[in-house]
């Protein structure tokens, strides 16, 4: 049985970080690409980001770039998104997911993932 498990959500300041996880288990995943998503309320599920599975290659949503850092640790089937200066529209049910398919690209679309986590929230105060 796949697991996807999301943690680190919470409180924050604008300006501040938090830094998120996701463990996954039931399948190998170190041959899987990795992402995050987010929804915010009333809005779509978005892309945030995305890590190879090897980890040497990452892609970012425009809106987070050069704030939120992507990273895994295959060892442990863990990936983690890193978010520094945060912002109020930042607040959202952060998601992580796996990539259907292995040795894959860097994918942007929920169609393109299989297994989900039940998301963790991220509410970031002004």
């Known amino acids: 049985q796949v697991q996807v498990v999301e943690s680190g959500g919470g409180l924050v300041q604008a300006g501040g970080s938090l830094r998120l996880s996701c463990a996954a288990s039931?399948?190998?995943?170190?041959?899987?690409?990795m992402g995050w998503f987010r929804q915010a309320p009333g809005k779509e599920r978005e892309f945030v980001a995305a890590?190879?599975?090897?980890?040497?290659?990452?892609k970012y949503a425009d809106s987070v770039k050069g704030r939120f850092t992507i990273s895994r640790d295959n060892a442990k089937n863990t990936v983690y998104l890193q978010m520094d200066s945060l912002k109020p529209e930042d607040t959202a049910v952060y998601y992580c997911?796996?990539?259907?398919?292995?040795?894959?690209?860097?994918?942007?679309?929920?169609?393109?993932?299989?297994?989900w986590g039940q998301g963790t929230l991220v509410t970031v105060s002004s």
């Open positions: 997911a796996t990539d259907k398919n292995v040795y894959s690209g860097l994918h942007m679309y929920t169609f393109e993932y299989d297994y």
């Open positions: 039931g399948r190998t995943f170190s041959n899987r690409a």
């Open positions: 890590i190879s599975w090897s980890g040497a290659g990452t």
